[in-house]
């Protein structure tokens, strides 16, 4: 049983990172096109099943049309799973990704 249970948490883990990943792409690709501060942490939100109160974003080297522009994202998980998932509370995942301003 507790072998299931890890085989579990482990596929939750993954499901996790996937969602971070993707978020960390669809962040990046709107700070290229909108200038706002708040515009990669909407994209980020918008396009994933993420919990907003654990995620965290950060953009950086956003400048001119053709600079490129690096976004961030942390996510810490949450895990409610019987027996092993004490084993990852409070683990962060991380992606980040770079795209070439387009305005």
């Known amino acids: ?5 890890g085989v579990v948490q482990v596929g939750l883990l993954v499901r996790d990172q996937i969602l971070v990943v993707h978020a960390a792409r669809e962040a990046a690709r709107e700070a290229a096109v ?41 996510y810490r998980t949450s895990s409610a ?10 683990l962060t995942l991380r992606a980040s990704a770079t795209m070439r301003v387009e305005r």
């Open 1 to 5: 049983m507790i072998l299931l249970l």
């Open 34 to 74: 909108d200038p706002a501060p708040d515009a990669a942490r909407r994209a980020a939100l918008a396009s994933s099943t993420l919990a907003e109160a654990r995620l965290a974003v950060t953009s950086a080297g956003r400048g001119a049309a053709g600079s490129r522009v690096r976004v961030e994202v942390a």
């Open 81 to 90: 799973m019987p027996l092993v998932g004490a084993a990852v509370r409070n």
